[in-house]
Structures are given as structure tokens and as C-alpha cells.
T-cell receptor, first 114, second 115 residues
Framework: GEDVEQSLFLSVREGDSSVINCTYT??????LYWYKQEPGAGLQLLTY?????DMKQDQRLTVLLNKKDKHLSLRIADTQTGDSAIYFC??????????????FGKGTKLSVKP | EADIYQTPRYLVIGTGKKITLECSQT?????MYWYQQDPGMELHLIHY???????EKGDLSSESTVSRIRTEHFPLTLESARPSHTSQYLC??????????????FGSGTQLSVL
């Protein structure tokens, strides 16, 4: 079945870069997403990448996609304490009745130390 | 700015009570979802709907039920709450575009505690 894997925790110092990694199984996913969840809140779409792209940059965020290895990463430059949150990787399901539903990873909790 | 609202924000109830978690969105989105989130962060899809009068079960079996009588409203009901139902419940909606690009907008969640 479809699966999305992420490491559960990442700790960095303020000002450093953070890299959150994700692997997925469905090579037919058209879009891949990164969502952010701050404490006590719902998820918020952070960025996404179309599957025919290798890289997408949006201010401090860089998304890298390696389709051959089914590997997605999110790099946050100059990480701030306000970036402390849980980051979820997600892909679209293309299987049967759940087509179009997102498959989420378990989330990576990013802690930023001052 | 996403406009999707969940009430109540927190709910503490006793075992056996019937509860309804409310979710409303003002974006005119056709597709709506309910997710259950573990304390360990993992999200589980329990229900979704493609539009009015459409309801589907998600990947995780749930004793809850949902209804979609109006586009903007997708309430979740538990007929008899149990401690095992204690969890964070997140509602979401998306502008359904045939499964190609499902950007989800989430509400702030309802933290349910059943004693």
C-alpha cells in the first residue's frame, strides 16, 4: 500500500538551516506537499511541488524532489524559533476509492533552540 | 485566509454521552474531511465527503458518523462516547479538482476527552 515516511524529531539552533526528509511510495503522485502544524492548531499548507519539478524555492523554503529515489526534502534557511512546529509530508493517493485523498507522514517535530 | 471553523475547541464529557463536533467552511469547497490525530502526531482519515449527500469512510475505522446536508457544514457525531475516543479531531476542506491537486485547508481542531 501507499506509505509516507519521515523522521520524528529534528533539533537545530536558531540561525542554522533545517532539513526535513520524507520518502514516499506512490510514484504516480502528481503533487507532493508540506504542511505545518503549530501547537494547538490545525495544519497549514506550507508549500507544494509538482511532480515534474526537481526544486521549488519560496523565500526561506526550498523543496527538493528526487523522483527516482522517491525522496522529498524541505529546507528552511535561517531557522527561527517561530519555525518550531510539526511538519507533515503528504502525497496524493491514486488508489481506488481513496483517489485524491492525501497520504500523510507521521510528522517531524522541529525544535529550534535559541 | 482559510475560513474553516470547528466548535467546540475543547470538550470533556463522560462515557456514554452523545456528542456532535461541528465543522463549517465558507469557501464553497466541495470536498470535506475528518481526521483523527494521535497524541503521537499521526493523522488518520476517518471520513470524507465529495459534496452534499456524499459521505465516505476513510482509512481508519471509526464508530463516529457524519452527514453532509449542506455544502458548508460537515458535522461528526459519536452516539456513545468512550475513553478510546479521546483524541484531537481535525476537519478540513478542499476545492476538489479530480484528485490532482488537493490543497487542504484545516480547522483548528477539537480536542475531545472522554472520562
Amino acid at each position: 500500500g501507499e506509505d509516507v515516511e519521515q523522521s520524528l524529531f529534528l533539533s537545530v539552533r536558531e540561525g542554522d538551516s533545517s532539513v526535513i526528509n520524507c520518502t514516499y511510495t506512490d510514484s504516480s503522485s502528481t503533487y507532493l506537499y508540506w504542511y505545518k502544524q503549530e501547537p494547538g492548531a490545525g495544519l497549514q499548507l506550507l508549500t507544494y511541488i509538482f511532480s515534474n519539478m526537481d526544486m521549488k524555492q519560496d523565500q526561506r523554503l526550498t523543496v527538493l524532489l528526487n523522483k527516482k529515489d522517491k525522496h522529498l526534502s524541505l529546507r528552511i534557511a535561517d531557522t527561527q524559533t517561530g519555525d518550531s512546529a510539526i511538519y507533515f509530508c503528504a502525497e496524493s493517493s491514486n488508489y481506488g476509492g481513496s483517489q485524491g485523498n492525501l497520504i500523510f507522514g507521521k510528522g517531524t517535530k522541529l525544535s529550534v533552540k535559541p | 485566509e482559510a475560513d474553516i471553523y470547528q466548535t467546540p475547541r475543547y470538550l470533556v464529557i463522560g462515557t456514554g454521552k452523545k456528542i456532535t463536533l461541528e465543522c463549517s467552511q465558507t469557501m464553497g469547497h466541495d470536498k470535506m474531511y475528518w481526521y483523527q490525530q494521535d497524541p503521537g502526531m499521526e493523522l488518520h482519515l476517518i471520513h470524507y465527503s465529495y459534496g452534499v449527500n456524499s459521505t465516505e469512510k476513510g482509512d481508519l475505522s471509526s464508530e463516529s458518523t457524519v452527514s453532509r446536508i449542506r455544502t458548508e457544514h460537515f458535522p461528526l457525531t459519536l452516539e456513545s462516547a468512550r475513553p478510546s475516543h479521546t483524541s484531537q479531531y481535525l476537519c478540513a476542506s478542499s476545492l476538489y479538482v479530480g484528485g490532482l491537486d488537493e490543497k487542504l485547508f484545516f480547522g483548528s481542531g477539537t480536542q475531545l476527552s472522554v472520562l
